[in-house]
């Protein structure tokens, strides 16, 4: 809003004040000058909510740090609209460059929010049409830019707070791939949903200090013993195994998780991991069955060292799920709920 009441004091001045008002020192002291005045532009900028300024908000770029991660700083920029900036890796830090002059802070300064650990400057510099933001941060601290794919007008800067932020890593592996579609009902696949949901949970746990590794992150065939030799020579805290269910029926629909315990084999472990996983997507999905947890011997749980479950999250061969699973937002939480219920897990097994 800054910007704005700037620009209607500009504007202001000369034509909407009685004249005469730019003669006040005369009669009021300076400081009640500047809330009179400010009285008048408050009210000129209500009464204006016209056209013109739902244009200028609509090019508006705010930009907010967040820094209660104990992880990451984060420097997030959204805007009305997509956007589009171009990032450079300086020596000191990152350079973004904005196509217009449209940055504005919000109700309060970003450089008084300076203060974590690892962001040292945040500065706004206009050269010719061009506004660039630069980013000063500890050296060599990792850093992620992604932006979330259902909020693309969103764009997340994560620098690390130290040197390793992840104390934790998980490996996922999305099911099937390549000429290994799974489960196909008309023309939904479940190679497809299970990738997209697995991608989408890279940056939900990176955020919370857990690295993911993928078995697969293209439509590439994969085989099991490969998926599980891959876990057992990385030795993750889980291994998430990610499917859809089906059924030679309609009816079957809802969401499970297995796990398989030989001999009680980390039979804690895996029930607390399946079981956080399972409660959550069941919290996010309270309409969707819950079969709960269910104990089968597929072959990358029953062949991986470390805590693994695998999901079956709704049946393909459902009309109902499968509406559902064709759905963006649906993946989007669906791997929300993963993310969360592996950080329940690894937090609560980790505590001391
Ligand atoms: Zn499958």
């Given at each position: 809003?800054?910007?704005?009441?700037?620009?209607?004091?500009?504007?202001?001045g000369f034509s909407n004040l009685?004249?005469?008002?730019?003669?006040?020192?005369?009669?009021?002291?300076?400081?009640?000058?500047?809330?009179?005045?400010?009285?008048?532009?408050?009210?000129?900028?209500?009464?204006?909510?016209?056209?013109?300024?739902?244009?200028?908000?609509?090019?508006?770029?705010?930009?907010?740090?967040?820094?209660?991660?104990?992880?990451?700083?984060?420097?997030?920029?959204?805007?009305?609209?997509?956007?589009?900036?171009?990032?450079?890796?300086?020596?000191?830090?990152?350079?973004?460059?904005?196509?217009?002059?449209?940055?504005?802070?919000?109700?309060?300064?970003?450089?008084?929010?300076?203060?974590?650990?690892?962001?040292?400057?945040?500065?706004?510099?206009?050269?010719?049409?061009?506004?660039?933001?630069?980013?000063?941060?500890?050296?060599?601290?990792?850093?992620?830019?992604?932006?979330?794919?259902?909020?693309?007008?969103?764009?997340?800067?994560?620098?690390?707070?130290?040197?390793?932020?992840?104390?934790?890593?998980?490996?996922?592996?999305?099911?099937?791939?390549?000429?290994?579609?799974?489960?196909?009902?008309?023309?939904?696949?479940?190679?497809?949903?299970?990738?997209?949901?697995?991608?989408?949970?890279?940056?939900?746990?990176?955020?919370?200090?857990?690295?993911?590794?993928?078995?697969?992150?293209?439509?590439?065939?994969?085989?099991?013993?490969?998926?599980?030799?891959?876990?057992?020579?990385?030795?993750?805290?889980?291994?998430?195994?990610?499917?859809?269910?089906?059924?030679?029926?309609?009816?079957?629909?809802?969401?499970?998780?297995?796990?398989?315990?030989?001999?009680?084999?980390?039979?804690?472990?895996?029930?607390?991991?399946?079981?956080?996983?399972?409660?959550?997507?069941?919290?996010?999905?309270?309409?969707?069955?819950?079969?709960?947890?269910?104990?089968?011997?597929?072959?990358?749980?029953?062949?991986?060292?470390?805590?693994?479950?695998?999901?079956?999250?709704?049946?393909?061969?459902?009309?109902?799920?499968?509406?559902?699973?064709?759905?963006?937002?649906?993946?989007?939480?669906?791997a929300k709920a993963i993310a969360?219920?592996?950080?329940?897990?690894?937090?609560?097994n980790n505590d001391g």
């Open positions: 809003m800054k910007f704005l009441v700037y620009f209607l004091i500009a504007a202001l009685p004249s005469g008002a730019l003669d006040m020192d005369i009669q009021y002291p300076i400081e009640k000058q500047i809330v009179e005045l400010q009285d008048t532009i408050n009210m000129i900028a209500s009464e204006n909510t016209n056209e013109e300024e739902k244009i200028l908000d609509a090019e508006k770029v705010f930009i907010e740090i967040d820094t209660d991660s104990p992880y990451w700083e984060k420097v997030i920029i959204y805007g009305k609209h997509e956007i589009d900036i171009n990032v450079k890796n300086g020596k000191q830090g990152l350079v973004m460059e904005f196509p217009k002059n449209f940055i504005v802070n919000g109700e309060r300064s970003f450089k008084d929010e300076v203060n974590g650990t690892t962001i040292l400057d945040l500065e706004v510099t206009n050269i010719d049409n061009h506004q660039y933001l630069f980013l000063q941060h500890k050296a060599d601290m990792p850093v992620r830019i992604y932006k979330d794919s259902l909020e693309p007008n969103i764009i997340h800067i994560a620098i690390a707070k130290t040197l390793n932020p992840y104390p934790f890593k998980v490996i996922l592996d999305p099911g099937h791939g390549g000429f290994d579609s799974g489960a196909s009902h008309f023309g939904v696949h479940e190679k497809d949903i299970v990738l997209d949901i697995a991608l989408r949970m890279e940056h939900k746990l990176k955020d919370l200090g857990i690295d993911a590794i993928y078995s697969r992150r293209t439509d590439k065939f994969v085989e099991l013993h490969d998926r599980a030799n891959m876990s057992n020579k990385i030795n993750p805290d889980a291994f998430i195994s990610i499917h859809i269910n089906a059924a030679p029926i309609e009816s079957p629909r809802g969401i499970a998780t297995f796990l398989y315990t030989p001999n009680g084999f980390q039979k804690k472990e895996r029930e607390e991991l399946a079981r956080a996983i399972q409660d959550s997507l069941i919290e996010e999905f309270p309409d969707w069955k819950d079969w709960g947890i269910l104990r089968e011997g597929f072959y990358v749980i029953k062949y991986t060292k470390n805590p693994s479950v695998l999901v079956e999250f709704g049946f393909l061969s459902n009309p109902e799920d499968r509406a559902m699973l064709v759905k963006v937002d649906v993946r989007e939480r669906a969360k219920g592996i950080d329940i897990f690894l937090k609560n």
